[in-house]
């Protein structure tokens, strides 16, 4: 509606049209109604449209991890369509690119307001409010983090497709490769779960959203978008067993090699449902030096057996994959030291072998557990008898 419209039918209006209902009247023109009486003006303000989110605990957890994705990512990119209740033809791209033709588009980043909430849009804001239509439908979606590393995208199936349309879905616009970051550089305790992080560098733990409907008339406070983790995770802690308690024990490195650092994704072949579940991944290796590693200058004492703290010393981002025998080794070198005598050990494990790690599933996270429990060496004695030989008798003249 432009201005001209606006004071024609201002002319034919009733005089006393108040200030209030006038402001009301203008913000109703961003919806492109016709106004056929005063009744029709709405007079509540009109409200932004702000995001809440959530990551999904992943598989085998720390049941004491916030769930909030800003706990793991401080950005993430959004998408958003908007359709018309009045004209299905009318579709709007509140956020991201518009689907001019098939393929990716990028989204809008959304970032975590650390110490004050933004008064607008709350915990999690974006540049330039949108506000709500009320005679529009939308859908949202989302990726994270935000990262010129992240090859992450929406992508939409047609030209003019929604958000959520059949055939939409996140994928990679590169290959990603892992370079193997360790969050153990320095073995401790307990898993520390994020770090993966752009602020950190290195592997990122990448995440996607379920898509989220909402009425404009009919619209939830915040927009809660539910992420994902879309990679895999392996942690691999050592512990002693009593037999080792009056000795020390300490772990020099721990290498796994032979994995899988590369892959693409696509979020149909994702399969959560099979028998065996289906990755969204396509895995491959880029560097064949690629490993996991644990190599810290003068390495990490165990505790005792009666403490039960075990250490970390790998916990590292997997690419999904499955892994064939003899393919994927683990190396550990420790070593012994009871009393003034050390004695080095290596260790060495195909992956193959332990059944749970023959395939890295997409937000999988794997725990490998090492009890060094050697038994020690000890002696016993015995003699063989005399083999006697028969008695020889000499005379002595």
């Not at 509540?44 to 702000?50: C, E, S, T």
């Not at 994705?69 to 991201?96: M, P, R």
């Not at 933004?118 to 949202?140: E, H, I, N, S």
């Not at 490769?177 to 770090?195: D, I, P």
Request: hydrophobic share 35%; proline share 3%; charged share 20%.
């Amino acid at each position: 509606m432009n201005m001209k419209q606006f004071a024609n039918k201002m002319d034919k209006r009733v005089k006393w049209l108040s200030v209030a209902a006038v402001a009301a009247m203008f913000a109703a023109c961003s919806n492109d109604e016709v106004l056929r009486d005063e009744a029709l003006i709405p007079t509540d303000a009109p409200k932004a449209i702000g995001f809440s989110s959530y990551s999904e605990k992943i598989t085998r957890g720390d049941a004491s991890v916030n769930t909030n994705l800003e706990y793991y990512h401080n950005t993430f990119a959004v998408y958003g369509t908007k359709q018309s209740v009045n004209d299905a033809t009318d579709i709007q791209y509140v956020f991201g690119g518009k689907a001019t033709a098939a393929g990716t588009q990028d989204g809008v980043t959304c970032t975590y307001q650390a110490t004050t909430a933004d008064p607008v849009l709350g915990d999690w804001k974006y540049t330039d409010p949108r506000y709500w239509d009320k005679q529009a439908t939308y859908d949202f979606i989302a990726y994270a983090p935000v990262s010129a590393n992240n090859p992450i995208r929406y992508n939409y199936s047609a030209t003019n497709a929604q958000v959520a349309d059949a055939g939409n879905e996140f994928k990679t616009t590169s290959t990603y490769t892992l370079a193997g970051t360790n969050l153990q550089a320095t073995a401790t305790e307990a898993e520390k779960v994020k770090g993966f992080t752009v602020e950190a560098a290195g592997d990122l733990d990448l995440m996607i959203s379920a898509s989220n409907a909402q009425n404009g008339d009919g619209h939830t406070e915040y927009v809660n978008l539910v992420f994902r983790h879309i990679l895999s995770k392996l942690n691999v802690t050592f512990a002693k067993s009593s037999t080792l308690d009056n000795a020390t024990v300490k772990i020099n490195t721990v290498t796994i090699s032979g994995l899988d650092d590369s892959g693409d994704y696509e979020e149909s072949d994702y399969d959560a449902t099979a028998t065996p579940k289906v990755s969204g991944w396509t895995s491959s290796s880029v560097d064949a030096t690629y490993a996991l590693n644990y190599n810290a200058a003068g390495g990490q004492v165990l505790n005792a057996s009666t403490a039960n703290k075990p250490y970390f010393f790998i916990e590292s981002l997997v690419m999904p994959q499955e892994i064939a025998d003899n393919q994927v080794t683990l190396t550990a070198k420790y070593t012994i030291t009871s009393g003034s005598y050390s004695e080095n050990y290596t260790y060495k494990l195909d992956l193959y072998d332990v059944a749970a790690l023959q395939k890295f599933y997409d937000g999988y996270n794997y725990t490998l557990n090492f009890t060094i429990d050697p038994d020690v060496i000890k002696f016993d004695a015995t003699v063989s008898t005399w083999d006697n030989q028969a008695a020889i008798n000499q005379t002595i003249d």
